[in-house]
């Protein structure tokens, strides 16, 4: 079966605080990509990164850092220095090998960081 | 904006009613998805279409929705006879032949 679990259903933080959102996922394809995404209240999820099965290497880009993790089935976000306009849910998503691409989702971490 | 369009952003039906999204994508992708996202839950794919081809439909699609994309250009999602479970998050997204989604901003519906 193929699955993604995001444990925390809600996080909230004061501004300025660091904040790690969790995702753990399940398949049995060698190949395969994790994506973040964040959707704020307006609607439209927005892409964050993208990350394949043979990339373990972890990325930051500015205040975002991903921690991916194969021995653990983990692909972990962190936000440094968090600020009000980070406050959105947070999807942890698996696109499994196949030419479909069709991803398949978390429930979603919904973050709120106040002033 | 070369973005990609949903019209309308909000739909309020009654029950038993007939409704129809549109989704315009971004002009130079040939892949256009449907999803559904009810509240507190991830998006749950609905369909897919590769040009004009739809490719893969969910068992989430009953017999009451259809999609439909002529001409490889923009989509359009109908649900006949619509009911109270249907209302959610319809989200389209576009892209070229790989997992690089561009979403738009979603169409919500309500039934009542």
């Known amino acids: 079966a193929q699955k993604v679990t995001q444990a925390q259903t809600e996080i909230s933080v004061v501004e300025k605080e660091d904040v790690t959102l969790d995702c753990v996922y399940e398949?049995?394809?060698?190949?395969?990509?994790l994506f973040w995404y964040k959707q704020p209240p307006s609607g439209e999820l927005v892409f964050l990164i993208r990350?394949?099965?043979?990339d373990e290497q972890n990325e930051i880009s500015g205040r975002y850092s991903w921690n991916f993790q194969k021995s653990t089935s983990s692909f972990n976000f962190t936000i440094t220095a968090s600020q009000v306009v980070d406050s959105a849910v947070y999807f942890c998503?698996?696109?499994?090998?196949?030419?479909?691409?069709?991803?398949?989702w978390g429930l979603g971490t919904s973050l709120a960081v106040n002033p | 904006d070369t973005g990609v369009s949903q019209d309308p952003r909000h739909k309020i039906t009654k029950r038993g009613q007939n409704v129809t999204f549109r989704c315009d994508p971004i002009?130079?992708?040939?892949?256009l998805y449907w999803y559904r996202q009810t509240l507190g839950q991830g998006p749950e794919f609905l369909t897919y279409?590769?040009?004009?081809?739809?490719?893969?439909k969910s068992r989430l699609l009953s017999d009451r929705f259809s999609a439909e994309r002529p001409k490889g250009s923009f989509s359009t999602l109908e649900i006949q006879r619509t009911e109270q479970g249907d209302s959610a998050m319809y989200l389209c997204?576009?892209?070229?032949?790989?997992?690089?989604?561009?979403f738009g901003s979603g169409t919500r519906l309500t039934v009542v």
């Open positions: 997204a576009s892209s070229r032949d790989g997992y690089g989604y561009t």
């Open positions: 002009s130079e992708h040939n892949r």
């Open positions: 279409f590769q040009n004009e081809a739809q490719l893969e």
């Open positions: 398949t049995r394809d060698t190949t395969y990509y």
């Open positions: 990350r394949n099965s043979f």
């Open positions: 998503a698996l696109g499994p090998a196949g030419n479909n691409r069709k991803l398949i």
